[in-house]
């Protein structure tokens, strides 16, 4: 199975900042990369597909980039309801697999 | 606005099997080329993917648990189910369903793959 890694684990940071997370894969993914938000309670959403596609309705705030195994999501100005987890999940190889998280929260 | 929504019982024993259904509204689960799947949650955890189903009866499953696993299909009534057999603590988890778009051939699902539509989830806990 390829193994995703995320960093950091967690972060904490003021409205306004931006913020950039990273995904690693343990081997070549191409750019079959997405990315979740998931806030508590709720179901993840689906920001980015593609390694760097926006997903319709997600702020422009969002991006994401990379291809092979180094990938990033960037928030470029943080906004209240962007504190959250967000998951990278792989697809080039089966089984789909995803990242441990990173956990966004208030400074 | 496509909607899918899990059911279930939220307390099973151990060694018994768990046994969930999403239903989809709003959009055909008989649509070509979006796959349904399943997906759980341990508490505090990360996410962890079970495996989908598309609407002709074809199933793909995680290797690691595709011995407990069976995912079918229901397309008069637009459901897809989850049976989960010999559950112990470990598959505690909330329980989410979700569509995905990408690749699916003979046996696997690859490129391209990504959930665009989740349930909101169903806690499941095993205990006696």
Known sequence: DIQMTQSPSSLS?????????????SENIATYLMWYQQKPGKAPKLLIYGASSLQSGVPSRFS???????????????QPEDFATYYCQQSYSPPLTFGPGTKVDIK | QLQLQESGPGLVKPSETLSLTCTVS??????????????????????????????SGSTYYS????????????????????????????DTATYYCARHLGYCDSTACYKSVYFDYWGQGTLVTVSS
Request: glycine residues 12%.
């Open chain 2, 63 to 90: 290797p690691s648990l595709k011995s407990r696993v069976t995912i079918s299909v229901d397309k008069s009534n637009n459901q897809f189910s989850l049976e989960l057999s010999s559950v112990t603590a470990a």
């Open chain 1, 13 to 25: 940071a003021s409205v306004g900042d931006r913020v950039t997370i990273t995904c690693r894969a």
């Open chain 2, 26 to 55: 709003g959009g055909s689960i008989s649509t070509s080329g979006y796959y349904w799947g399943w997906i759980r949650q341990p508490p505090g955890k990360g996410l962890e993917w079970i495996g989908t189903i598309y609407y």
């Open chain 1, 64 to 78: 994401g980039r990379g291809s092979g195994t180094d990938f990033t999501l960037t928030i470029s100005s943080l």
